[in-house]
C-alpha cells in the first residue's frame, strides 16, 4: 500500500468474485459498436445543452470501459453496453423534454410581456382619443352665449371625465393584477425547474453539477477548511440482481437519508452518478473526518440492513481527502477518487484517506 493513503475498517470486508475468462475479438468488437452508439447519442444530448442529466449516463460509459479492460467475457461485457446505451437514449429523450419545457416558460413570459405592453399602448391611444374629444366639447362650450347651458355642459364633461379616468383606472389595476398573478405563477416554475435541475430526483439531494458548483465556492479565498469524501456502495449490482431494482433504489434512499442526518446542516451530500455519493464536510481535517466518516459507514451498513436477508448489511467504501492550498475540483475529486478505490481494493466496507498533495506536485498537474 502506497504511503500516501490511510486505510480503516469500517464493516466486514466482502470477497471479491472472480471473472470469466476475457471475451474474443470478434466480441468486443460488438462492444466497442454499441459503445459508439452510445457515445453518438451523448452527443446529441450535449447539442441539447443540458449536461446535468448526463451524470447516470457517464457513470454507465465508465463502468462499459471498465469492463472491456478488465477480464470479463463478452456475455457479460455485451449486455452491459446495451444497457448503457439504452439509459443514454432515454437521458436523450428526458433532456429534449426539458428543453422543450423551457422554451414553452420563455415563450410564455415573452407573450405574457408583449399582451402587457399592447394593453399599455392600447389604454394610451384610448385615454388620448378621450381628452382629444374632450378638448373639441370645451372648445364648442367656450363659444356658447348660454351661461346656464355652459355650467350643464361643464358638469356633464367633468362627470364623463371622471366616469372614464375611474374606469381606465379600475382597468390598469386588474391588468397589474393580472400580470403580477401571472409572473409570479412563472417565476413558480422557473424556481421549481431550476431545483429540479440540481437536484437527483431519486435520493432528492444534490446532483453532480450542483455539488462541484459547490464545491468551487467553498475553493474560494478567506473560506474555512473542508474535506471531500467519495462514497460508493459495495457490489450494488448484486444487490439489484437479487433483490430487484426496487430495493436497489431503496439502499439508495437510504444511504442519502443517513448521510444527511449524520452530517451537520452546512455540510453538502450529493449523489453524483449510480450508487456514488460525494460529500463536503466543513471545518474539518482529515483526522477529524475519520472518526466521523467510519461512524457514518456503520450507520449506513445498519440503517440498510432490514433491506436484505445479509444480516450485515449493505457496506460502503469511502475515499477522504482534504481540501489544501493550490487544490482544483479537479485535483481533489482525484485525491477522494483515489483512496475510495484504494478502499475498494483492500476489501471493501472500508475507509481511506490520501494524504495533502505537495504544492509542486499541483503545480505539475496545471
Not at 88 to 110: C, D, F, G, P, Y
Amino acid at each position: 500500500m502506497s504511503e500516501n493513503f490511510v486505510l480503516l475498517h469500517i464493516g466486514d470486508a466482502v470477497p471479491s468474485q472472480s471473472l470469466p475468462a476475457p471475451a474474443g475479438q470478434s466480441d468486443l468488437d460488438v462492444f466497442r459498436s454499441t459503445l459508439d452508439e452510445a457515445f453518438g447519442t451523448l452527443a446529441d444530448v450535449l447539442t441539447a445543452g443540458d449536461a446535468g442529466s448526463l451524470t447516470e449516463v457517464l457513470a454507465g460509459i465508465e463502468r462499459c470501459r471498465a469492463a472491456l479492460t478488465g477480464d470479463v467475457a463478452a456475455e457479460f461485457v455485451v449486455p452491459i453496453a446495451r444497457a448503457c446505451f439504452d439509459s443514454t437514449k432515454s437521458v436523450a429523450a428526458h433532456t429534449r423534454n426539458k428543453t422543450a419545457e423551457r422554451r414553452t416558460q420563455i415563450a410564455e413570459l415573452v407573450a405574457m410581456v408583449r399582451e402587457t405592453v399592447h394593453t399599455i399602448a392600447g389604454d394610451q391611444t384610448n385615454i388620448q382619443e378621450t381628452l382629444a374629444g374632450s378638448a373639441e366639447r370645451l372648445e364648442r362650450i367656450a363659444h356658447a352665449d348660454d351661461l346656464h347651458l355652459i355650467q350643464v355642459k361643464l358638469r356633464q364633461e367633468v362627470a364623463r371625465l371622471t366616469r372614464i379616468t375611474m374606469e381606465r383606472r379600475a382597468a390598469w389595476e386588474k391588468t397589474v393584477k393580472d400580470f403580477g398573478t401571472r409572473l409570479a405563477n412563472l417565476e413558480t416554475q422557473l424556481d421549481r425547474t431550476r431545483r429540479e435541475a440540481a437536484t437527483d430526483p431519486l435520493t432528492n439531494v444534490p446532483n453532480r453539477r450542483s455539488f462541484e458548483a459547490t464545491c468551487r465556492e467553498w475553493m474560494a479565498p478567506n473560506r474555512p477548511g473542508f474535506v471531500m469524501a467519495m462514497v460508493d456502495v459495495d457490489d450494488f449490482k448484486k444487490i439489484n440482481d437479487r433483490y430487484g431494482h426496487g430495493i436497489g433504489d431503496r439502499v439508495l434512499v437510504l444511504v442519502a437519508e443517513t448521510l444527511a442526518r449524520s452530517l451537520r446542516a452546512e455540510d453538502v451530500v450529493a449523489r453524483i452518478g449510480g450508487d456514488e455519493f460525494a460529500v463536503l464536510a466543513s471545518s474539518l481535517t482529515l483526522t477529524q473526518a475519520e472518526g466521523r466518516f467510519a461512524a457514518i459507514g456503520r450507520a449506513v451498513q445498519e440503517a440498510c440492513k432490514p433491506l436484505v436477508e445479509d444480516a450485515r448489511g449493505p457496506s460502503i467504501s469511502i475515499g477522504l481527502a482534504e481540501c489544501s492550498a493550490g487544490d482544483t475540483l479537479r485535483s481533489l475529486q482525484q485525491r477522494a477518487d483515489a483512496a475510495l478505490y484504494q478502499a475498494k481494493r483492500s476489501g471493501k466496507g472500508r475507509l481511506a484517506t490520501k494524504a495533502v498533495p505537495l504544492i509542486r506536485d499541483l503545480l505539475k498537474e496545471r
